[in-house]
Nanobody, 127 residues
Framework: QMQLVESGGGLVQAGGSLRLSCAASGRTFSRYSMGWFRQAPGKERDVVAAISWSGRTYYADSVKGRFTISRDNAKNTVYLQINSLKPEDTAVYYC?????????????????????WGQGTQVTVSS
């Protein structure tokens, strides 16, 4: 079993920044790919960024250059640094772990590849 707990969301003005954190339980965190997804009202949950066990990253086109995913395996934590926020970034942000396949070369980017999810943290960007 693994538990994921997100934090760091909030209300911010357009152009601002936030740093989301996701703390994971379990000793094998370092073997897993981790992902950040977001879901706006009435829309599907989509990948924002993902990181493999070795640090290889993926970013959705809409966030490239603004978002940075990173991980600290010693702290069992994955981060999402969000800069230059836009109103369209408003959503619930979820952290996810792919524990079914360890040491993947590339992080997965679809929701069905992840088997553990956090409860989500709300990010609201005002214009």
């Amino acid at each position: 079993q693994m538990q994921l707990v997100e934090s760091g969301g909030g209300l911010v003005q357009a152009g601002g920044s936030l740093r989301l954190s996701c703390a994971a339980s379990g000793r094998t965190f370092s073997r897993y790919s981790m992902g950040w997804f977001r879901q706006a009202p009435g829309k599907e949950r989509d990948v924002v960024a993902a990181i493999s066990w070795s640090g290889r990253t993926y970013y959705a086109d809409s966030v490239k250059g603004r978002f940075t995913i990173s991980r600290d395996n010693a702290k069992n934590t994955v981060y999402l640094q969000i800069n230059s926020l836009k109103p369209e970034d408003t959503a619930v942000y979820y952290c996810a772990a792919d524990s079914s396949r360890i040491y993947r070369s590339y992080p997965p980017i679809v929701t069905t590849d992840y088997d553990y999810w956090g409860q989500g943290t709300q990010v609201t960007v005002s214009s």
